[in-house]
Nanobody, 118 residues
């Protein structure tokens, strides 16, 4: 079992930036794909960014050019840098991990609230 703990959420004005972090408990963290998901009230959870174990990234169209996902395997952490935030980015953000492309996301953090408002 791997625990994931997010931090870094908060309230920010439109156009502002936030950096979310995800700390993992497992020493084999480097072999996992990391996904950042979000869920807004009344909406389905969506994948906004993914980073594979070999460094490939994938972003939702709505965040391309504004969000950047990264990882530090030595520290067992992943980050989501969010720039030029918009009110529609308001959601609870979750980090998650899976063993690879053919696996489901089995490990989830508790979520952190991001609110973008004037």
């Amino acid at each position: 079992q791997m625990q994931l703990v997010e931090s870094g959420g908060g309230l920010v004005q439109p156009g502002g930036s936030l950096r979310l972090s995800c700390a993992a408990s497992r020493n084999t963290f480097s072999i996992y794909y990391i996904g950042w998901f979000r869920q807004a009230p009344g909406k389905q959870r969506e994948l906004v960014a993914e980073l594979t174990s070999d460094g490939k990234t994938n972003y939702a169209d709505s965040v391309k050019g504004r969000f950047t996902v990264s990882r530090d395997n030595a520290e067992k952490t992943a980050s989501l840098q969010m720039n030029n935030l918009k009110p529609e980015d308001t959601a609870v953000y979750y980090c998650a991990a899976r063993l690879g492309r053919l696996y489901t996301y089995d490990y989830w953090g508790q979520g952190t609230q991001v609110t973008v408002s004037p």
